[in-house]
């Protein structure tokens, strides 16, 4: 007989690594002193993408055969710097300090395991590099994808990337498109 665990609505003693995590980055979220007005994206926003880009580092690590737990772990806290300071400024690799100050806080987490956060954290704004580290290119990709089914993501692109990057954009979204058996010839939301 399975022995079912009630589900919690991350509350309680009992929650874990995972949760914290994503409890911590939504109470930061929520609680942040920076006004929209101050900001380059909304608090709205950055809780939309932070959770988007959560389940779908879930779907894709479990494709992936990744361990689920770091992935969303990751992905989740891909963009801390700007939950934190409201700028996307070289906010990947000013990110993952931060990242990792948070889960020695949390606890309970190996010096491999955050090293391999981190890295990805650190490393996730390089779209058009592409590494032999399966986290790292695991959030690129969950970033580049939950972006890409908003409207106007297409346009912000076009205009905030050089050409380069941009064409390197749109062939992780087709990757990632293909690997979930989507078609590749729409790429953005219009």
Not at 86 to 102: F, M, S, V
Request: with cysteine.
């Amino acid at each position: 007989m399975t022995k079912f665990i009630p589900h919690h609505h991350y509350k309680g003693d009992n929650l874990s690594r995972s949760e914290k995590v994503e409890r911590r980055i939504i109470e930061l979220i929520i609680t942040s002193k920076i006004p929209d007005s101050q900001r380059e994206s909304s608090v709205v926003w950055e809780l939309k993408h932070s959770s988007g880009c959560l389940q779908i580092a879930r779907i894709l690590s479990e494709k992936r055969k990744l361990d689920i737990e770091l992935s969303e772990i990751a992905s989740v806290l891909h963009d801390i710097y700007v939950i934190i300071h409201g700028t996307y400024k070289n906010h990947a690799k000013l990110g993952a300090p931060i990242a990792e100050k948070l889960l020695i806080e949390i606890g309970g987490f190996t010096k491999y395991e955050i090293a391999t956060i981190t890295s990805a954290i650190a490393h996730h704004s390089e779209k058009d590099i592409y590494t032999d580290d399966p986290y790292i290119e695991l959030v690129k990709d969950a970033d580049v994808f939950d972006c890409s089914l908003y409207k106007g993501a297409e346009g912000d692109y076009r205009i905030n990337k050089p050409t380069p990057v941009f064409k390197e954009y749109v062939k992780r979204i087709q990757k990632v498109r293909r690997e979930l058996g989507m078609p590749t010839d729409k790429v953005f939301r219009t």
